[in-house]
């Protein structure tokens, strides 16, 4: 419910009484005495929802576009005639003027918005190299980027330049800034070795997530649009909406910045473009439900500028998104290679240990160094490490030969393989192969990898081919 207290020009009092009478309102009129052109106060509650259409009513008998007008919330409303006035009106969204005070509110002081976006991209950074989910989840809670998304929105849909300006700056600003922090903070561990010598930061399962980017990462992007969009319109929290519109904005951005500080160009690319791709459907989703739902500047004269402003902004919008969903499908059949290198990686492996020079030969664990992807993005080659249990002795003579002529055979890719003796302990039914995920690792941070059961032999007994 609101209160809404206008200033009455002079001449217009009874046109705007009247109004009011015709739409079963109550009211009170107190005379004004501060401002010569105006004669009255006129104060009156009404349903949230009926705040803009009433206003539009009066407007339409004198009232002025521009003119002084205060809405506030109150808690009750004790009236027969109230409550047939909240039944006439069944559409929740709020007004134009309610509508731009919630946007400016939601996109908070510069000084702020910068010091919460730069401690969000750090705790962010934290969770994801120390694969905890709750600290992740605690930097999207204090994560300041709904309100320019919205704010942005607002304003081209309300032909308010300086509110529309203001949204995108801030957006800009932010994911420059939770990028810069992130590398920033990577650096320092890196280089002061807070972090292990020799640790991978993309093989940790929370900054895998955010190098898988897929279409269907489009559906959190898609739903926090829309939840912001209604969280907005509709006068309820926006806490839990923002955090959302975080979950899809902030771990990118901080796993971009991971990723030069570690310098891996598919990192890079792969985070950043799921962060791009995040932040454009958040925007096209806002500006086009706030469309949709019918607002309009409140200056009919200014509608046409605002539309043409609106169709040019989701124009480009679309545009951006059709050419990174593209990288989006190029990066899933990559992906589709790996998946299948992966799968049938450990056949071919069994294939090669069947053979009868090769009996006694346990194979314990596969990892892949250097990924399909990417050979076929970056021209890496291929490397593929096999540890093997030889019960004590060295790998067999051509092992590591006949495994890579079987990849090339099967495959149809000429890989690097690396064959490494360990001491294993493991029953006799446990699958042979595990496959990590294919991102370029050190072999000696593999060994450091692997299970208690699994200990590298002292003796470099290495068989390599290539």
């Not at 064959?419 to 690792?441: G, H, I, K, M, Y």
Request: proline share 7%; aromatic share 4%; charged share 20%.
């Amino acid at each position: 419910m609101r209160l809404v207290h206008v200033l009455v020009p002079r001449g217009k009092r009874n046109a705007v009484l009247q109004e009011l009478d015709d739409e079963g309102i109550d009211y009170a009129v107190s005379r004004e005495v501060g401002r010569d052109e105006y004669e009255a106060q006129v104060s009156f509650p009404l349903p949230s929802n009926a705040v803009e259409p009433v206003l539009n009513r009066l407007r339409a008998v004198g009232l002025e576009e521009d003119g002084f007008t205060v809405i506030v919330a109150a808690e009750t409303v004790v009236s027969k005639r109230f409550d047939e006035l909240r039944s006439n009106y069944a559409d929740p969204t709020l007004s134009r003027p309610e509508l731009i005070a919630r946007a400016e509110d939601m996109a908070p002081a510069l000084s702020t918005f910068v010091v919460m976006t730069i401690v969000s991209a750090v705790v962010a950074t934290t969770g994801l190299l120390s694969n905890s989910a709750a600290v992740i989840i605690g930097a999207m809670i204090i994560a300041p980027v709904m309100g320019p998304a919205i704010a942005a929105s607002v304003g081209s849909v309300l032909s308010n330049r300086t509110l529309f300006r203001r949204g995108v700056g801030l957006q800009v600003l932010g994911v420059g800034l939770a990028v810069v922090s992130a590398l920033a903070f990577s650096l320092l561990l890196k280089e002061t070795l807070l972090v292990p010598p020799g640790f991978d930061p993309f093989a940790v399962p929370q900054v895998q997530e955010r190098l898988t980017p897929n279409v269907l990462s489009l559906v959190i992007a898609i739903g926090a649009g829309v939840a912001a969009v209604f969280s907005l319109t509709r006068g309820v929290s926006s806490v839990l909406v923002g955090a959302m519109i975080a979950v899809a904005l902030v771990p990118p951005a901080a796993t971009v910045g991971i990723g030069i500080a570690w310098n891996d160009p598919l990192a890079i690319v792969e985070a950043g473009t799921l962060l791009l791709v995040n932040l454009l459907a958040v925007n096209l989703v806002a500006l086009g439900l706030l469309w949709v739902t019918g607002y309009r500047p409140v200056d009919t004269e200014r509608t046409g500028s605002a539309r043409r402003q609106t169709a040019l902004t989701l124009s480009v919008i679309v545009v951006a998104l059709l050419v990174l969903s593209s990288v989006l499908v190029a990066i899933s059949a990559l992906s589709l290679v790996d998946a299948r290198f992966e799968t049938s990686l450990h056949e071919e492996i069994d294939e090669v240990l069947n053979k009868a020079e090769y009996q006694g030969v346990r194979h314990v664990e596969t990892h892949i160094d250097v990924s399909p992807l990417r050979h076929v993005l970056f021209g890496e080659q291929i490397e593929v490490t096999v540890l093997v249990d030889t019960g004590g002795g060295p790998p067999p003579e051509g092992l590591a030969d006949d495994i890579r002529t079987t990849i090339a055979a099967e495959q149809g890719f000429d890989a690097i393989v690396i064959v490494e003796p360990v001491d294993a302990s493991f029953p006799a039914d446990e699958p042979r192969t595990q496959l990590l995920s294919p991102r370029t690792v050190p072999v000696e941070s593999d060994r450091r990898r692997l299970s208690p059961a699994v200990e590298p032999r002292p003796r470099p007994a290495v068989a390599r081919t290539g």
